[in-house]
């Protein structure tokens, strides 16, 4: 068995339909195409999403073992790239869940306040528009994933399914267990508290 | 004959998404924007908004896939398949 594993390239292609039969088969060489293949794009979903690098390890490693046992139940409608990407999304929002949180914001009170006929109670600020020096833009992504850390479990894991993971609006209302309109307003929800938290960042300040 | 009164705060708050989505129905629309076009603070909110999604979307380019896995997980992987 090699002990020098070999890092994907680029260039690295396999077929779907091909590498599934041996993988099924049993064939020691297929599971290691899949890892070499597939592994760069899931760690760094898990980095995405757990953030802590041993944690993000162990979910590519407890994602490729899933999928293996799970091999007779993958249909081979998607391709085995989303469905692997799947299983290690699911995988970090299980560890997420588990994982002990400090307490939260309530998810109400990161929600805009309004008075009695509807207005906004204070007035919105102007904020600065986004840097674009590469050394402000990698500061900035510190902050914005710090910021997602600290949202209520119930924001934070909508806005990593859709708008860091990409993942559709039916896949994620799937993923999380509701309809997709409940989806729609949680997202829209999570983004308002993720705008409420980072406020004090980009509020401009008056002259 | 009075002017018809313009949707709250609130009202245009809650419906960025759709606005953003293009799924509002035409009045709901015109509604929104009417708003804007005399509420500063929306126009604020909605610019700031913006940028948090945008702010989102910069966070998923810049983590992209590393250039290597670490060997030790790969080992790691092929054995724990192997039990």
Not at chain 1, 56 to 76: N, T
Not at chain 1, 102 to 126: A, C, F, N, V
Not at chain 2, 19 to 28: N, V
Request: proline letters at 6%; glycine letters at 4%.
């Amino acid at each position: 068995m090699p002990t020098t594993p070999l890092n994907p390239s680029p260039a690295v292609r396999c077929d779907d339909a091909r590498l599934l039969e041996r993988l099924r088969g049993g064939d020691d060489d297929a599971f290691d195409l899949l890892v070499r293949v597939h592994a760069r794009a899931l760690l760094a979903t898990a980095r995405r999403m757990l953030g802590v690098e041993s944690d993000s390890q162990d979910a590519v490693q407890e994602a490729f073992l899933s999928a293996y046992r799970g091999l007779s139940a993958f249909d081979g409608r998607a391709s085995v790239a989303t469905w692997l990407h799947r299983i290690v999304v699911n995988t970090c929002l299980m560890r997420l869940r588990a994982a002990r949180r400090k307490p939260e914001h309530s998810p109400l009170s990161l929600l805009p306040e309004y008075l009695e006929d509807g207005h906004q109670r204070t007035d919105t600020r102007p904020w600065r528009a986004l840097p674009t020096q590469t050394l402000e833009r990698v500061e900035l992504c510190r902050l914005v994933r710090a910021t997602i850390d600290e949202l209520p479990m119930v924001h934070r894991e909508v806005i990593l399914l859709r708008d860091i993971e990409g993942l559709g609006t039916d896949e994620a209302a799937a993923m999380l267990g509701i309809s997709a309109g409940a989806l729609k307003v949680r997202l829209h929800r999570a983004r308002q508290a993720l705008r409420t938290l980072l406020e004090p960042h980009f509020v401009e300040v008056l002259s | 004959m009075s002017e018809r009164p313009y949707i709250t705060c609130r009202e245009l708050i809650d419906f960025i998404a759709d606005w953003r989505e293009g799924t509002l129905a035409p009045t709901e629309r015109f509604e929104f924007e009417r708003h804007l076009a005399v509420c500063p603070s929306c126009v604020a909110y909605l610019d700031s908004y913006e940028t948090t999604v945008a702010a989102l979307a910069l966070l998923r380019e810049r983590e992209a896939p590393p250039a290597e896995v670490p060997p030790a997980l790969l080992d790691a992987i092929r054995k724990a398949r192997r039990g």
